[in-house]
């Protein structure tokens, strides 16, 4: 039997991508695409590499519907619209994967001071799982509300992990430096993502500001155990996809050698399918159209530079998110996810 | 004296190409930059890059005010709305050099099937002159009122004209194969004009219905002296500027040589200064940023086929203004324009 | 069982897309990576992509060896190197899919003049067959040697057979106006695909000497039953991937309509698992990364115009290639190909 | 009186900008292309955008051949072969601007360590003059011999003085995080700089071993007045021009606000032609095919984060090289650079 799966939103870069993994997944099957616009579009009209492939109608976003003919719903609406539709599908009686930012900070007054709008689904709010498997896998298993993080957040966090973990990481703030592909930002048209605006171009934008700072921030201390400080710098690549993530991290111990932070990583994720520890420096292009992490870690005077590099539509965020669906199904981790 | 120089409509990418080549025109200042928006931008809010070099604030779209600063205009708007604001800068007493589509087309029911809309400046359509200087040079000289050309139509009538002066081109359809970068699109953020739907694509569009096919056709008859039919195939590049067109022509004479197109191409361009006739073939990289048109002429099978490649801004554009500008005015017809 | 499958030459861009697309083959897996180099080089070094997925090294191009292990061999190398190693392969008892130029062509004489190099396997040559599987299915089951066809040839005739084979073509000569992503030339560093010297540069070359013109030619002619001409203008385009062929053709009856040219295409291809007829323009944006090959016809002015839109290494090489070995086998002819 | 200028390694891309500049340039005009190779091209047919512009053929590099027709050379040539012809140059009797790294370190036993080579021109290197006008502009004037910047120690450099000099930075390592357009690599084709292997890709490499980190360090070191320690991180970025640098350093003074971090720039910088300080964050798109130097300051968490972005072959390179030729004969600086 497969898993029955309904997108909701799919008319989005993460709907397209997911539906990519979904046609090649062994044991899940796409029941239902759902959309809340007026005039209901064919999938493949929305997208035309889609065609022959997957030619279904949207239909209305209506959870008992919805429910009817699935077992999980991936929701890749924007914030606040998630958190609208999440309780109705939870209370529909599906599970859900929701791919917005809306169940990822625990805190709803930080929610809200980030977000600029209160939330306004507090109860589900404190059952939903961090779906950052290699970090979390074990909260995942069996969840009813999985939280898909971040694509920024998503890279940092498994660049600093296991050196956190491991008290590796002095008390000053951590920084990361990224650089992401222009898919992360949606796929509506917008003056800044215009193509002669952005062809050619490279530059930060909302320094300090971004709201993935506070969920790197929450899951940073989560791992550490105590208060853990980021500083931010996201930049806009030229490029469809691709997330890299430079972190600058003081080192705890000043004797530390490149060999031993090499291990730490070495002994945190020499069992994930998902994460490629290299020698050489990562590139965007290694992980293209995976849900790979690629990493590196260098001492460099006295800094522990790592690298980090994803593909933000898939480990960054679909990808991930079927990942999650596995785990919650108890079913091979990796399945429709190694191509 | 300088000229002094009115741009109506500076906010679009003509507008800045505009200002960029009359900072270094050594015969013309910019004297207004007028805008219809209701909150008149500082030009450099606009374009970051003008900080420094052209720090004006716009002012409002007021004829009168306009023509007391300024000895010309052009006007960078979009069709219908130049002819609603060409024929009051005409009548408050300065030149227009019009970079939109409305007084390109002579025959004014053309325009209308064309464009979708009455002509509402007939009276001054029959006297705007079609300012493509290579081939009219003579008419465009104190004009009152210069039609700029369209970048396509720039890039194949310069293509086209040497060989149907001479007769050198049969009775079919000449077929005009072209590819342009996204600028050409304008600056308005569109779907499918949204930095990952154009990045790594390439296709055709508006085959068979663009509207630079009319004015091929209407330039082509001109020179020729009987009609002309064009089958234009427009594709879109995913770079920022540059047109290449690839003109197939049948010869009328299926004893011609190659070296005796390249001839025609020399005597009819020997002495203009932004022709380039090449030996190699034509790439938009070489004409990026200058007003250049380098074009290419070989003979295939039985076919002449013909590339011509300009940067759709300058030759194709705001260059090519200039140029008009500086006919129309008597001077050096390459000031600001070789750099 | 699966089929064992060798890659001569793997270090290639159709040498590592083999390797993608035989990862996800149900029926298939790789045996041997044969390398003609000197140091003997960890795919994975090569592709870092591969890392975790393909971490096979390279063995010596050694054809006992090779068949010793392997049913299949797919030959990566480029010409004329081709056509020494495919004997030795044939004779030590595998089938072979040579993706080179080496038997594409059945004249040998003509491919002397083409290739500048006699064709030193004539026996073999007589027995190749074209693996274009939509025009010449009955061949390629059970062949023993496949001649994979070139890029650009397989985007030109499927764009032309369907209206040759109904004789909807006249006799004038066919125009094939195409335009190629880098990777179709190779991996070898050059001048002219240096990246500041592609990036936002686009322009034709080899115009009329472009070795698949005549392999255009003689697939056209055979289809036709009689001589077809092409006049081939390839360009090459700043991105990674994609062709897109535009086929100007003179209608063999100026009464046809643009419904009867679609019901062609339709007829000729309505049940082929890799040709989608669209109504829309194709882009190779759509196939990117997919063995389809999307097309689409208009009527305009008195000209037939195809457009055809591949991706280079997929519908173009590889995936074309195991498209091959699934006839060959006698599989599901998707196999591996719907992704 | 014109300035007469020799390009020594006119084929290059910092060769070709220059010529492109020196075209424009009132006061200098270019007297000698001097090319190291056997086979002396036409400069047009190297690079073809210059047909009609420039169209000399190189000479041979000899030192009194040129020092006969010019006044000051500029050197185009890779390290190691620069400090071989300068010498002689000056014995010839004319001025040198050095665009090599040869005469950046003002230790010839770091040059050394760094670049592998002994120094084999230890006297001049003690009178050569690091013209980085902006800092160093009194030391420019009248000098023989200038060793003109590396493009990344430019805008980091610039990022980072005014803070420094002021002594408001802290003792700790700064962080220079960097990311490059693939022309700063030069000219020769390589494998990782193929359009296929960059395009869409985006990766760090060089890591603390960098040959520029020396060179940031002796700058920032002079300007301080003591030691500064540098970790400096640079990126390859799929586009043709343009260096962002992104430098984290902590303040001296954690009740340091943004204002007078900006305040402190605008003293240092406001009268600087070159210099744009602005309060939106630079975009290596605002400051293509320019001299400008674009930079913006934040104060985020508790570190000072200094964006600076140039276009690397110019204010990085061949536009620097104009500045201090400017400066060194005592002319307006800006000559031939605000285009």
Known sequence: MSIRVAIIGPTSYTGLELIRILLRHPRARISYLASARAELPNIADEFPQLTGRCDMTCRPLDPAAIAAESDVAFVCLPHVAAMEHVPRLLEAGIRVIDLSADYRLTDAELYQRVYGHAHTDRMHLGQAVYGLPELFRLHIEDARLVANPGCYPTSVALACAPLLQRGMVGEGTIIANSASGVSGAGRSPKPNLHFPEVNEAYSPYNVGIHRHQPEMEQTLSRIRGREASVLFVPHLLPVTRGILSTVYLEPADDQISEEELFSAFEDAYGDEPFIRLRKRLPDI????????????????????????????????????????????????ETAGLLF
């Open 285 to 332: 292009r290694d992980v293209r159209d995976t849900n790979f992490c690629d990493l590196a870690v260098r001492l460099v005077k006295d800094r522990i530079v790592v690298f980090a590099a994803i593909d933000n539509l898939v480990k960054g965020a679909s990808g991930q998110a079927v990942q999650n669906m596995n785990l919650v199904y108890g079913i091979d």
